[in-house]
């Protein structure tokens, strides 16, 4: 998955877990097609992120309908992976 980049948690839905701030987001995958990505940055390591995408065929055309479901998909991660960042999903 992606590499680590440089930390700026915005307006998007957020969470803390394990010592890491996750936050959801929608993405442009192309014009009219949006995407969820989760952004994970460990708290206090200098503002390293990681972001995971979810499967490429959840895709959405109503950007409000993105964003709902990128806040269900925050409330479904349960916890993070310590040594890779990956989030942890419990039932969505």
């Known amino acids: ?3 680590f980049l440089e ?9 803390q ?6 936050r ?4 442009s995958l192309d014009i009219g097609v949006l ?9 206090g390591n ?6 995971w995408s979810l499967p490429r065929f959840v895709t959405f055309e109503d950007p409000a309908m993105a964003r709902r479901h990128a ?3 925050l409330s479904g991660i349960v916890s993070v992976d310590a040594s890779t960042g990956e989030p942890r999903y419990g039932i969505l």
Do not use: K, N
Request: hydrophobic share 40%; net charge negative.
């Open 46 to 51: 200098g503002g390293l992120q990681q972001r």
């Open 7 to 15: 930390c700026s948690m915005g307006a998007w839905p957020q969470r």
């Open 35 to 43: 995407a969820i990505e989760v952004t994970v940055c460990r708290t």
């Open 71 to 73: 806040e269900l998909v």
């Open 1 to 3: 998955m992606g590499g």
């Open 17 to 22: 877990i394990d010592g890491f701030q996750v």
């Open 24 to 27: 959801c987001e929608v993405v």
